[in-house]
């Protein structure tokens, strides 16, 4: 098999090649750091690890003397900026922690490490995991994998970039509103946003810790379930994390949709009539009821109330999260003044970019003493309401599909003047996060730019099983696939 062969495929291909010692690790981590080198321009990675080939030559060390490896043995992962990996900078994206380094490891970065995964390198985001477009990272965009025009989408764009253009076998993001399903979209990938809880967000540096979630993003389904099989369980560490036995994945997906309940959101897809990839949604609706689906439109009442209700509990946690950055531990330190007032002003001012001092300023303002009833406490009221009505949806339905997003990627500059503009872009993906139900992009074909559009599945908590058995049957069986 030809080297730029290898660097194509996913998770469970590679560990055969690895595990027959066809190839060595050592080997397949330099096809990637080559595959780094050629992509480099797209500013996925903000550091390439120097000690990745010294743990693939340890691992196969391991192989060679028969003794027992994991279940990532020798293959090749790219972290999220937000993610502690001991001994190694992580900045979030942001000139405030720029010097920062981690000084223990993510219980999901330690998953991966304990399986014998190689950690090649750390990956661009918008800063603090606040954006949709990549476009807020302190250290410059990333770019579309398919398109340099385009946004690589966000917050998790570096990672679902590194994916698609094989500069690693797999990536982990962080998804608060859409962060791993939206870039994953964008350019081609499978990415998930599993269960609140499933995930251990233990060494994440917290954006709103209620909402988000660690998730892997893979070349294909099967990988993806895989991969969450792996990182899922309870942690001592993060008591949001769920106690119930983790599943195997892939011997629980079913092999087909034949008899599935699915549905969509009236009130919902209303939203995306006006646009050019609505004939593309209807297609595979038809798709599923020719192989056995039903698919039924129904109506949430208020379901477009998630958008506004997600940004005022998440720039509320931000806010919180966000004050222990002052520039007296950690964090760049921009004056020496006596004055601990002004050296938190400066510091601040200095260190954040324009997106977080925003949402940092909404969050306040929601917190305020004047409007925290009219705001935080009525958001968390809907919160409510909006999980209740979902959970009655799963009630009868196996399944809620809908698109990932308006459409393909934007333009890069299109929408960054405008923040109420990037964050109606996230009107599909963050109903997920305020319910806490797991989501699902999965690739199904290409828009009018020839640019990749995602599908997204959503099932009932602890249903992963669920998502991926639709998502897999999409995935091999969808005329407008990625396949074609």
């Known amino acids: 098999m030809e080297d730029k062969e290898i660097v194509k495929l996913g998770i469970l291909e590679t560990l055969e090649l690895i595990k027959s010692q066809t190839i060595t690790s050592e080997y397949l981590t330099r096809l990637y750091l080559s595959q780094i080198e050629k992509y480099n321009y797209k500013n996925a990675l903000l550091e390439v690890f120097d000690d990745a080939i010294t743990r693939a030559k340890e691992i196969d060390e391991k192989i060679k003397s028969g003794q027992k490896v994991g279940k990532l043995a020798g293959l090749c992962f790219v972290i999220k900026d937000n993610m502690l990996y001991k001994g190694k900078k992580a900045t979030c994206a942001s000139k405030f922690l720029e ?17 014998d995964a190689v950690i090649i390198g750390r990956a661009n985001m918008d800063e603090f995991a606040m954006g949709g477009s990549n476009e807020n990272s302190a250290y410059g965009n990333c770019k579309n994998a398919f398109s340099d025009e385009h946004v690589s989408g966000g917050s998790s764009g570096g990672s679902a970039v590194a994916v698609a253009c094989n500069m690693c076998v797999a990536s982990l993001g962080s998804d608060t509103g859409g962060s791993v399903r939206q870039p994953s979209s964008f350019n081609g990938v499978c990415g998930v946003k599993p269960t609140y809880g499933r995930i251990s967000r233990f060494g994440i ?22 991969l969450l099989e792996i990182l899922a369980g309870f942690d001592i560490h993060d008591q949001t994390t769920r106690r119930e036995e983790v599943p195997n994945y892939l011997d629980s997906m079913s092999n087909g949709v034949k008899g599935m309940k699915l549905c969509y959101c009236k009130q919902l897809i209303e939203k ?82 324009d997106e977080v001092k925003r949402r940092i300023m909404l969050g306040n ?108 049957f999409v995935e091999e069986n969808y005329k407008g696939g990625m396949h074609d």
């Not at 010097?99 to 399986?115: G, I, W």
């Not at 540096?205 to 895989?226: H, R, W």
């Not at 699902?440 to 599908?455: I, K, T």
């Open 99 to 115: 010097n920062f380094v981690s000084p223990y490891t993510a219980t999901a970065v330690q998953k991966l490490l304990d399986e």
């Open 205 to 226: 540096v917290a954006f709103a810790s209620s909402l988000e979630q660690v998730g892997p993003i893979t070349k294909n389904v099967k990988d993806n379930a895989y």
């Open 272 to 353: 995306y009539k006006d646009s050019k990839y609505y004939s593309k949604f209807y297609d595979v609706i038809n798709f599923f009821v020719e192989n056995g689906a039903t698919v039924d439109e129904i109506d949430i009442k208020n379901i477009e109330l998630a958008l506004p209700t997600y940004y005022i509990i998440a720039t509320a946690e931000a806010t919180s999260n966000l004050g222990r950055f002052d520039g007296v531990k950690y964090t760049t330190r921009t004056c020496s003044s006596s004055d601990i007032k002004k050296l938190y002003v400066e510091s601040r001012t200095a260190g954040f970019g």
């Open 365 to 472: 303002y929601v917190l305020s003493s004047g409007y925290f009833d009219a705001y935080y406490n009525k958001a968390k009221k809907v919160q409510q309401y909006i999980s209740n009505s979902l959970n009655k949806v799963f009630d009868d339905y196996d399944a809620m599909i809908m698109p990932v997003a308006y459409g393909e990627a934007f333009k890069i500059g299109e929408k960054s003047k405008d923040p109420v503009s990037m964050y109606l872009e996230d009107m599909f993906t963050v109903i997920a996060n305020i319910a806490g139900v797991p989501a699902m992009s999965v690739p199904y074909g290409f828009g009018v730019n020839n640019l990749p559009l995602g599908l997204q599945i959503l099932t009932k908590n602890l249903c992963e099983s669920k998502m991926y058995t639709i998502a897999n």
